[in-house]
T-cell receptor
Framework: GQQVMQIPQYQHVQEGEDFTTYCNSS?????IQWYKQRPGGHPVFLIQ?????EVKKQKRLTFQFGEAKKNSSLHITATQTTDVGTYFC???????????FGTGTRLKVLA | DVKVTQSSRYLVKRTGEKVFLECVQD?????MFWYRQDPGLGLRLIYF???????EKGDIPEGYSVSREKKERFSLILESASTNQTSMYLC??????????????FGPGTRLTVT
């Protein structure tokens, strides 16, 4: 079945360093979503990417969708302690609203 | 603002009990989902519903059933709770924006412990 993998599973960075998480799907995706879950909280929608090669920015966050629409990345520039949490990517199974979530990358930022 | 509420934040049940987890959304969304979240496994889809009385199995439906009698309410039922169902349960509803973007809105989660 369709699988969505994320690496790394964990990342510890010093405040001010950059951070990147990668998402890889076993199948081509029509779109990909990113969510952030703060410790003790629930996932919160960040963004959706639809087009091949698409790049979107939200302040210090840069999201990319691969040319083949099978991979994506989230890059955070100059991390802050408020960036702490787990970042998930999610892609839909073909023709449905059923989303497969990646395993998540837990980010810790050391002040 | 979309609001998704879940009936309990924490629940402790005994093995063999029947457990009901309730989820309510206030935005008239058609699609609703139940996930469980376990460390290292991410979010795994148990069941989803695309309309009243309509449901589809997700990736791990065994041991669970669902009910959607009204559009705003989606219930997850553990017919006979077992210790391997100890987990965080998250409900979500799906919003479609004007620009054909889809966003899942999650409830706060129910942490279920089965002893």
């Amino acid at each position: 079945g369709q699988q969505v993998m994320q690496i790394p599973q964990y990342q510890h960075v010093q405040e001010g360093e950059d951070f990147t998480t990668y998402c890889n799907s076993s199948t081509t995706l029509s779109n990909i979503q990113w969510y952030k879950q703060r410790p003790g909280g629930h996932p919160v929608f960040l963004i959706q990417l639809v087009k091949s090669g698409e790049v979107k920015k939200q302040k210090r966050l840069t999201f990319q969708f691969g040319e083949a629409k099978k991979n994506s990345s989230l890059h955070i520039t100059a991390t802050q302690t408020t960036d702490v949490g787990t970042y998930f990517c999610a892609g839909p199974t073909s023709g449905t609203y059923k989303y497969i979530f990646g395993t998540g990358t837990r980010l810790k930022v050391l002040a | 603002d979309v609001k998704v509420t879940q009936s309990s934040r924490y629940l402790v049940k005994r093995t063999g009990e029947k457990v009901f987890l309730e989820c309510v959304q206030d935005m008239d969304h058609e699609n609703m989902f139940w996930y469980r979240q376990d460390p290292g496994l991410g979010l795994r889809l148990i069941y989803f519903s695309y309309d009243v009385k309509m449901k589809e199995k997700g990736d791990i439906p065994e041991g669970y059933s669902v009910s959607r009698e009204k559009k705003e309410r989606f219930s997850l039922i553990l017919e006979s709770a077992s210790t391997n169902q100890t987990s965080m349960y998250l409900c979500a509803s799906l919003r479609r924006t004007r620009h054909s973007s889809y966003e899942q809105y999650f409830g706060p989660g129910t942490r279920l412990t089965v002893t």
